[in-house]
Protein backbone atom coordinates (compact mmCIF):
# COMPACT_ATOMS: atom_id res chain seq x y z
CA UNK A 1 0.00 0.00 0.00
CA UNK A 2 1.41 3.39 -1.12
CA UNK A 3 2.01 5.68 1.66
CA UNK A 4 -0.78 8.23 2.37
CA UNK A 5 -1.04 11.51 4.67
CA UNK A 6 -4.64 13.09 5.54
CA UNK A 7 -5.80 15.61 7.90
CA UNK A 8 -7.16 13.93 10.76
CA UNK A 9 -9.50 17.15 10.68
CA UNK A 10 -11.26 18.76 7.65
CA UNK A 11 -11.78 21.99 9.02
CA UNK A 12 -8.00 21.90 10.23
CA UNK A 13 -6.14 20.97 6.82
CA UNK A 14 -2.74 21.85 7.90
CA UNK A 15 -2.58 20.94 11.54
CA UNK A 16 -2.27 17.15 12.57
CA UNK A 17 -2.13 14.19 9.98
CA UNK A 18 -2.57 10.82 9.55
CA UNK A 19 0.27 8.65 7.81
CA UNK A 20 -1.13 4.92 6.63
CA UNK A 21 0.50 2.87 4.16
CA UNK A 22 3.98 2.26 6.25
CA UNK A 23 5.82 0.09 8.56
CA UNK A 24 8.63 1.40 10.70
CA UNK A 25 9.16 -2.31 11.69
CA UNK A 26 10.65 -3.22 8.30
CA UNK A 27 12.49 -0.24 8.16
CA UNK A 28 12.16 2.92 5.82
CA UNK A 29 13.83 3.86 2.60
CA UNK A 30 15.32 7.30 2.54
CA UNK A 31 12.49 8.43 -0.21
CA UNK A 32 9.63 7.75 2.41
CA UNK A 33 11.83 9.49 5.69
CA UNK A 34 11.58 12.60 2.94
CA UNK A 35 7.75 12.23 2.28
CA UNK A 36 7.30 12.16 6.00
CA UNK A 37 9.29 15.19 6.60
CA UNK A 38 7.11 16.82 3.82
CA UNK A 39 4.37 16.03 5.88
CA UNK A 40 5.59 17.46 8.96
CA UNK A 41 5.82 21.19 6.78
CA UNK A 42 2.43 20.87 6.31
CA UNK A 43 1.06 19.21 9.31
CA UNK A 44 3.36 19.67 12.37
CA UNK A 45 1.66 16.66 14.11
CA UNK A 46 1.18 13.09 12.34
CA UNK A 47 -0.25 10.18 13.69
CA UNK A 48 0.88 7.02 12.20
CA UNK A 49 -1.59 4.10 14.26
CA UNK A 50 -0.59 0.43 14.22
CA UNK A 51 3.21 0.69 14.67
CA UNK A 52 4.57 -2.32 16.51
CA UNK A 53 8.00 -1.49 17.18
CA UNK A 54 10.99 -1.51 19.74
CA UNK A 55 13.22 0.71 20.81
CA UNK A 56 16.25 -0.14 18.34
CA UNK A 57 13.23 0.67 15.37
CA UNK A 58 12.00 3.54 17.01
CA UNK A 59 15.35 5.09 16.86
CA UNK A 60 16.34 3.60 13.75
CA UNK A 61 13.97 5.65 11.93
CA UNK A 62 13.92 8.88 13.94
CA UNK A 63 17.45 9.36 12.72
CA UNK A 64 16.47 10.17 9.24
CA UNK A 65 15.22 13.24 10.76
CA UNK A 66 18.85 14.58 12.13
CA UNK A 67 20.96 14.09 14.73
CA UNK A 68 19.85 12.79 17.98
CA UNK A 69 19.21 13.84 21.58
CA UNK A 70 20.21 12.24 25.21
CA UNK A 71 17.61 12.16 27.51
CA UNK A 72 19.70 15.20 29.72
CA UNK A 73 16.07 16.67 30.94
CA UNK A 74 14.69 13.63 32.96
CA UNK A 75 15.52 13.53 36.71
CA UNK A 76 15.82 10.02 37.44
CA UNK A 77 19.10 9.34 38.30
CA UNK A 78 21.07 7.20 35.68
CA UNK A 79 20.98 4.06 38.22
CA UNK A 80 17.42 4.38 38.60
CA UNK A 81 16.90 4.43 34.72
CA UNK A 82 14.02 2.17 33.10
CA UNK A 83 15.57 2.74 29.93
CA UNK A 84 18.49 3.83 28.40
CA UNK A 85 19.89 7.48 27.72
CA UNK A 86 18.81 7.65 24.11
CA UNK A 87 15.16 7.34 24.93
CA UNK A 88 13.27 9.41 26.80
CA UNK A 89 10.94 7.11 29.48
CA UNK A 90 7.53 9.21 29.37
CA UNK A 91 6.01 6.39 31.91
CA UNK A 92 4.55 6.05 35.26
CA UNK A 93 6.98 3.17 35.77
CA UNK A 94 10.42 2.86 37.99
CA UNK A 95 13.47 0.42 36.76
CA UNK A 96 11.52 -3.16 37.85
CA UNK A 97 8.42 -2.00 35.77
CA UNK A 98 6.09 -0.62 39.02
CA UNK A 99 4.52 2.38 39.17
CA UNK A 100 5.81 4.61 40.63
CA UNK A 101 4.04 5.77 44.21
CA UNK A 102 1.91 8.78 44.38
CA UNK A 103 4.80 11.04 46.16
CA UNK A 104 7.69 9.74 43.99
CA UNK A 105 9.65 12.76 42.94
CA UNK A 106 9.94 11.63 39.83
CA UNK A 107 6.46 11.02 39.60
CA UNK A 108 5.89 14.36 40.84
CA UNK A 109 8.02 15.94 38.30
CA UNK A 110 6.74 14.26 35.15
CA UNK A 111 3.65 16.04 36.03
CA UNK A 112 5.24 19.36 34.83
CA UNK A 113 4.37 17.35 31.16
CA UNK A 114 0.82 18.09 31.56
CA UNK A 115 1.87 21.94 31.68
CA UNK A 116 1.78 22.93 27.57
CA UNK A 117 5.28 22.80 26.38
CA UNK A 118 8.06 22.52 23.59
CA UNK A 119 10.35 20.00 24.19
CA UNK A 120 13.89 20.88 25.53
CA UNK A 121 13.21 24.37 24.90
CA UNK A 122 15.48 24.78 28.53
CA UNK A 123 18.33 23.35 26.22
CA UNK A 124 20.62 25.41 24.59
CA UNK A 125 19.89 23.79 21.61
CA UNK A 126 16.27 22.96 21.99
CA UNK A 127 14.20 19.51 19.78
CA UNK A 128 12.83 19.69 16.73
CA UNK A 129 10.97 16.61 16.44
CA UNK A 130 9.73 14.22 19.26
CA UNK A 131 8.72 10.58 18.45
CA UNK A 132 6.18 9.60 20.96
CA UNK A 133 5.53 5.31 20.94
CA UNK A 134 2.44 4.24 22.68
CA UNK A 135 3.37 0.55 24.23
CA UNK A 136 0.93 0.21 27.05
CA UNK A 137 -2.03 2.75 28.07
CA UNK A 138 -4.43 3.35 30.67
CA UNK A 139 -8.26 2.28 30.12
CA UNK A 140 -8.91 6.24 29.95
CA UNK A 141 -7.56 9.50 29.94
CA UNK A 142 -3.84 10.36 28.99
CA UNK A 143 -5.01 12.06 25.66
CA UNK A 144 -1.92 14.04 24.35
CA UNK A 145 -3.29 17.70 23.28
CA UNK A 146 -0.97 19.71 20.62
CA UNK A 147 -1.45 23.34 19.95
CA UNK A 148 -0.28 25.02 16.60
CA UNK A 149 1.87 27.78 17.26
CA UNK A 150 1.87 28.93 13.53
CA UNK A 151 -1.78 29.68 13.72
CA UNK A 152 -1.86 31.11 17.14
CA UNK A 153 1.33 33.75 14.86
CA UNK A 154 -0.78 34.20 12.02
CA UNK A 155 -3.66 35.60 14.67
CA UNK A 156 -2.00 37.79 16.35
CA UNK A 157 -2.93 41.15 16.42
CA UNK A 158 -0.52 43.35 13.97
CA UNK A 159 0.90 45.52 17.51
CA UNK A 160 1.66 42.27 19.28
CA UNK A 161 2.93 40.98 16.50
CA UNK A 162 5.72 44.04 16.29
CA UNK A 163 5.87 43.74 20.44
CA UNK A 164 6.66 40.03 20.18
CA UNK A 165 8.95 40.23 17.23
CA UNK A 166 12.28 40.66 18.93
CA UNK A 167 12.02 39.30 22.17
CA UNK A 168 14.39 37.00 23.93
CA UNK A 169 12.77 34.59 26.34
CA UNK A 170 14.71 32.97 29.08
CA UNK A 171 14.01 28.91 29.23
CA UNK A 172 14.46 26.51 32.58
CA UNK A 173 12.99 22.87 34.00
CA UNK A 174 13.30 25.34 37.61
CA UNK A 175 10.55 27.81 36.17
CA UNK A 176 8.15 25.20 34.70
CA UNK A 177 8.60 22.86 37.89
CA UNK A 178 8.14 25.31 40.19
CA UNK A 179 5.24 26.62 38.31
CA UNK A 180 3.54 23.45 40.24
CA UNK A 181 5.22 24.09 43.59
CA UNK A 182 8.18 21.42 43.04
CA UNK A 183 11.26 23.06 44.14
CA UNK A 184 13.28 20.96 45.70
CA UNK A 185 16.18 20.88 43.18
CA UNK A 186 19.37 19.13 44.36
CA UNK A 187 22.45 21.54 43.44
CA UNK A 188 23.54 19.64 40.46
CA UNK A 189 20.40 20.16 39.12
CA UNK A 190 20.04 23.63 39.46
CA UNK A 191 23.63 24.23 37.63
CA UNK A 192 22.64 21.50 34.99
CA UNK A 193 19.41 23.55 34.33
CA UNK A 194 20.49 27.12 34.61
CA UNK A 195 18.23 29.43 32.44
CA UNK A 196 18.61 29.34 28.55
CA UNK A 197 17.90 31.87 25.82
CA UNK A 198 15.66 31.16 22.82
CA UNK A 199 13.80 33.58 20.48
CA UNK A 200 10.08 34.47 21.18
CA UNK A 201 9.40 34.34 17.34
CA UNK A 202 10.59 31.79 15.10
CA UNK A 203 10.91 31.29 11.18
CA UNK A 204 10.28 27.28 9.67
CA UNK A 205 13.50 26.84 7.62
CA UNK A 206 12.00 24.64 5.20
CA UNK A 207 8.73 26.44 5.15
CA UNK A 208 9.31 29.63 6.10
CA UNK A 209 6.24 30.43 7.81
CA UNK A 210 6.40 32.05 11.64
CA UNK A 211 5.46 31.15 14.72
CA UNK A 212 5.38 31.57 18.33
CA UNK A 213 7.99 29.82 20.60
CA UNK A 214 6.19 29.33 23.92
CA UNK A 215 6.90 26.72 26.63
CA UNK A 216 5.98 27.17 30.16
CA UNK A 217 9.78 26.67 30.53
CA UNK A 218 9.99 30.07 29.47
CA UNK A 219 10.22 32.00 32.93
CA UNK A 220 11.57 35.70 31.92
CA UNK A 221 12.02 37.97 28.97
CA UNK A 222 15.00 39.64 28.41
CA UNK A 223 15.10 43.40 29.47
CA UNK A 224 11.65 43.24 30.81
CA UNK A 225 10.62 42.80 34.49
CA UNK A 226 9.78 39.55 35.48
CA UNK A 227 5.68 39.94 36.67
CA UNK A 228 5.59 41.98 33.20
CA UNK A 229 6.79 39.30 31.46
CA UNK A 230 5.08 36.13 33.24
CA UNK A 231 1.75 38.32 32.47
CA UNK A 232 2.56 38.47 29.02
CA UNK A 233 4.15 35.23 28.18
CA UNK A 234 0.87 33.85 30.12
CA UNK A 235 -1.88 35.80 28.06
CA UNK A 236 0.63 34.58 25.00
CA UNK A 237 -0.14 30.79 25.71
CA UNK A 238 -3.81 31.43 26.36
CA UNK A 239 -4.57 33.22 23.01
CA UNK A 240 -2.02 30.09 21.18
CA UNK A 241 -3.58 27.40 23.25
CA UNK A 242 -7.34 27.91 22.54
CA UNK A 243 -8.98 24.92 21.70
CA UNK A 244 -9.63 26.14 18.33
CA UNK A 245 -5.88 25.62 17.83
CA UNK A 246 -5.79 21.70 19.16
CA UNK A 247 -5.26 18.75 18.56
CA UNK A 248 -6.37 16.27 21.37
CA UNK A 249 -4.90 12.64 20.58
CA UNK A 250 -6.47 10.16 21.70
CA UNK A 251 -3.99 6.89 22.23
CA UNK A 252 -4.40 3.42 21.04
CA UNK A 253 -2.01 0.95 21.66
CA UNK A 254 0.90 1.62 18.59
CA UNK A 255 0.26 4.47 17.79
CA UNK A 256 3.42 6.80 17.16
CA UNK A 257 2.83 10.74 16.68
CA UNK A 258 5.55 12.91 15.99
CA UNK A 259 5.36 16.66 16.21
CA UNK A 260 7.78 19.42 15.57
CA UNK A 261 8.26 21.51 18.78
CA UNK A 262 9.08 24.44 16.90
CA UNK A 263 5.91 24.64 15.80
CA UNK A 264 3.27 22.96 18.34
CA UNK A 265 3.42 22.93 21.99
CA UNK A 266 1.65 20.08 23.74
CA UNK A 267 1.00 18.75 27.21
CA UNK A 268 -0.34 15.74 28.97
CA UNK A 269 -3.76 14.89 30.46
CA UNK A 270 -4.52 13.27 33.59
CA UNK A 271 -5.26 9.76 33.67
CA UNK A 272 -5.55 7.36 36.59
CA UNK A 273 -1.93 6.18 37.16
CA UNK A 274 -2.22 3.53 39.39
CA UNK A 275 -3.12 1.96 35.34
CA UNK A 276 0.25 1.50 33.44
CA UNK A 277 1.36 4.07 31.02
CA UNK A 278 4.00 3.59 29.16
CA UNK A 279 5.60 5.53 25.96
CA UNK A 280 9.00 5.93 25.02
CA UNK A 281 10.10 8.96 23.56
CA UNK A 282 12.82 9.38 20.81
CA UNK A 283 13.88 13.12 20.46
CA UNK A 284 15.61 14.72 17.12
CA UNK A 285 17.59 17.82 18.32
CA UNK A 286 17.39 20.93 16.18
CA UNK A 287 20.00 22.54 14.07
CA UNK A 288 21.20 25.41 16.74
CA UNK A 289 20.29 27.63 19.33
CA UNK A 290 17.20 29.78 18.25
CA UNK A 291 19.30 32.78 18.28
CA UNK A 292 21.54 31.68 15.85
CA UNK A 293 19.07 30.85 13.69
CA UNK A 294 17.48 32.87 10.71
CA UNK A 295 14.49 35.18 12.44
C1 LIG B 1 6.59 14.14 25.91
C2 LIG B 1 5.36 14.60 26.56
C3 LIG B 1 3.06 14.04 26.90
C4 LIG B 1 2.29 12.81 27.21
O1 LIG B 1 6.68 12.94 25.61
O2 LIG B 1 7.46 14.97 25.63
O3 LIG B 1 5.28 15.74 26.97
O4 LIG B 1 1.08 12.82 26.97
N1 LIG B 1 4.38 13.71 26.61
O5 LIG B 1 2.88 11.86 27.72
MN1 LIG C 1 6.99 16.89 26.16
Request: a neutral charge; one cysteine or more.
Amino acid sequence: MALTIKPIRPERPDFAGEVLGIDLAKGVSPETATAIEAGMDRFAVLVLPNQVIDDDQQYAFSQHFGPMEQATGDIAQRDQRRLPMHINDVSNLDKDGRVLERDDRRRLFNIGNMLWHSDSSFKPTPAKYSLLSARSIPSEGGNTEFADMRAAWDTLDAKTQAECRDLVCEHTQLHSRGLLGFTEFTPEERLKWQPVAQRLVRRHPRTGRLSLYLSSHAGAIRGWPVPEARMFLRDLTEHATQREFVYSHTWRQWDLVIWDNRVVMHRARRYDDRQVRDMHRTTVADSAPTLEQVA
